[in-house]
């Protein structure tokens, strides 16, 4: 099947304005993970999903960071206000229930804030 | 906190040759999972070699091992018969097993596979 997928592959917004970054899982999957890939340094982690909720967002670096999973599937990663320093590639994998060591990784979006 | 350090920010091989990446951890877990992740340009994570902290054999995957020495937390890759494709940024990557399902990150080892 497919594998997991990001929209935009890339994205320049200005600073200040409001973006929106989504991820489409492996079907059945139902954990769902956001990670960030600053230039020359590994990913870190943003967010875990296990379902429709949260279970983990203590990644999140401020308020401006949101993200939802409103049907159990696709996920959106909201930045508020966004900042030069947020410029990143934004990475998603997902997973079975109960098998976090198998994350499948998306190609992540890149975002550039000017 | 977990950390996980790659302290070989870039290395070379020639092609055919065997080559060893290094990766140390911290962590006061006795049980956990540590990974090897290639990264090509196309930014895609893909899992290279996967190896439980309760295993004591170290696990291969065709051309890839690794060198777990638990007690030293050092996890080594090593890739036999190097290939052009094997070019990529290498991260070692750390998981507590049970309660935790995020992924700590090494800074990466960019791998350059000469003809």
Known sequence: GAGVSQTPSNKVTEKGKYVELRCDPISGHTALYWYRQSL???????IYFQGTGAA?????????????RPEGS????????????DSAVYLCASSLYNSPEEQYFGPGTRLTVT | AQTVT?????????????VTLSCTYDTSESNYYLFW?????????????????YKQQNATENRFSVNFQKAAKSFSLKISDSQLGDTAMYFC???????????????????????
Request: hydrophobic share 35%.
């Open chain 1, 74 to 85: 696709v996920s959106t990663l909201k930045i508020q206000r966004t900042e030069r320093g």
């Open chain 1, 56 to 68: 983990d967002d203590s990644g999140l670096p401020n308020d401006r960071f949101f993200a939802v």
């Open chain 2, 37 to 53: 992740y290639k990264q090509p340009p196309s930014r895609q994570m893909i899992l290279v070699i996967r190896q439980e902290a």
């Open chain 2, 6 to 18: 790659q302290s070989q920010p870039e290395m070379s091989v020639q092609e055919a040759e065997t």
């Open chain 2, 93 to 115: 990557a750390f998981m507590k097993m049970g309660g935790s399902e995020k992924l700590v990150f090494g800074k990466g080892t960019k791998l350059t596979v000469n003809p």
């Open chain 1, 40 to 46: 020359g340094q590994g990913p870190e982690f943003l």
